[in-house]
């Protein structure tokens, strides 16, 4: 952001409701980082925590609730992976 902008509202709430995340549920869990991001979608707002360990994205479900501050709430877990390729249009379904 640069120096001196003003922050809008829906940016001064969402940087308010990110600071208060970490405060509550941490910036780590089980020594896996997690990092908050603000987004929307058709159906609204979004707080997401994405961290890189499956089952601390667990343990970070259980603490979080489905709505926070007036943002529903997802845990998305992720793998660092050297073969990108692996996980390019990837589907898979239940038969």
Known sequence: MAKGKKLSELEKKSRHTIDSAKKDFGTTIDGYPIK?????DDSGRLLEAFCEDWEA???LREKLPS???????????YTLTEDKSALRNFTYEDE
Request: aromatic share 16%.
């Open 36 to 40: 908050w991001k603000i987004t929307s």
């Open 57 to 59: 994205c667990g343990v």
């Open 67 to 77: 709505k926070y501050m007036g943002f529903r709430t997802i845990v998305i877990g």
